[in-house]
Each structure stands twice: as structure tokens, then as C-alpha cells.
């Protein structure tokens, strides 16, 4: 079964939700907001679902882990200064084997944002 990386045309974003240099979906391509202007026309736009494809694209290493209870699998940003940025194989932002959000990411524009917001670093491709 082929699994798009694309949201459905139904998905309304709101400017309230983008900065520059978040990637979306505009006319069917996925394009990074250029100028703070873009952003007002957030309803135009498309989110795009987070998939491992986008997760590895960021630069993220994949970890899989064998416990008693299963396979569980990660997904590993090492930053510069030796920390890590962590999410589990749902898109679960963790800390150590916390989870350290009530929700998961569903789309590249929110972990873009979570990334900024805890690191003070844009997460852009090949990050």
C-alpha cells in the first residue's frame, strides 16, 4: 500500500501556525515559506504529513531497540553540543523513554516549530 507524504486537500492551515522557512505544500510541491508575506496565505497552503522520509531528510538517524516487550524504534538528532532531540517511531517527541508531549507530530511544519522552539536552531533538510 503506497502512503502519500502529502496531506488531503480537506487540511486548512492557518497563518497562526507557519513561520519562514517552514516547508509546505504549495500548487503540489513541497516549497519552504520564503518572506513573512507567504504566510498570509496559509489557507492556499497544504500541510505535508510527517513520514520517516521527512524525519531522515532532517537528518535524523533511525535506532531500533529489541526489549522483552517488542521491537521499538527511535529516531536521533544529535546536536553539536551533544544533545539529543528525540522522537519515537509515532513522532513522539521523548525525552530519554518519556514521552514529552500529550500529542504526536502529524506534519513537517510542527516539528520545524517544536525544533525552533527548543533549540533556538532552524530544523531544515540535511539539519
Same mark, same amino acid.
Given at each position: 500500500?503506497?502512503?502519500?507524504? %502529502?496531506? +488531503?486537500? !480537506?487540511?486548512?492551515? *492557518?497563518?497562526?501556525?507557519?513561520?519562514?522557512?517552514?516547508?509546505?505544500?504549495?500548487? =503540489? @510541491?513541497?516549497?519552504?515559506?520564503?518572506?513573512?508575506?507567504?504566510?498570509?496565505?496559509?489557507?492556499?497552503?497544504?500541510?505535508?504529513?510527517?513520514?520517516?522520509?521527512?524525519?531522515?531528510?532532517?537528518? %535524523?538517524? +533511525?535506532? !531500533?531497540?529489541?526489549? *522483552?516487550?517488542?521491537?521499538?524504534?527511535?529516531?536521533?538528532?544529535?546536536?553539536?553540543? =551533544? @544533545?539529543?532531540?528525540?522522537?519515537?517511531?509515532?513522532?513522539?517527541?521523548?525525552?530519554?523513554?518519556?514521552?514529552?508531549?500529550?500529542?504526536?507530530?502529524?506534519?513537517?511544519?510542527?516539528?520545524?516549530?517544536?525544533?525552533?522552539?527548543?533549540?533556538?536552531? *532552524?530544523?531544515?533538510?540535511?539539519?
Amino acid at each position: 500500500m503506497f502512503i502519500s507524504s %502529502f496531506a +488531503r486537500k !480537506e487540511q486548512i492551515m *492557518e497563518a497562526s501556525e507557519l513561520r519562514i522557512g517552514n516547508y509546505t505544500m504549495d500548487h =503540489g @510541491h513541497p516549497e519552504q515559506i520564503p518572506y513573512g508575506s507567504d504566510i498570509d496565505s496559509a489557507g492556499l497552503m497544504e500541510p505535508i504529513l510527517l513520514t520517516e522520509e521527512w524525519i531522515i531528510k532532517f537528518g %535524523f538517524e +533511525r535506532f !531500533e531497540f529489541e526489549y *522483552e516487550e517488542g521491537l521499538e524504534t527511535t529516531y536521533v538528532l544529535e546536536k553539536s553540543n =551533544g @544533545h539529543q532531540f528525540v522522537l519515537s517511531d509515532s513522532f513522539q517527541p521523548m525525552d530519554g523513554e518519556i514521552a514529552m508531549l500529550d500529542y504526536k507530530l502529524q506534519y513537517v511544519h510542527q516539528i520545524q516549530n517544536l525544533y525552533f522552539a527548543l533549540t533556538a536552531t *532552524e530544523l531544515t533538510i540535511g539539519s
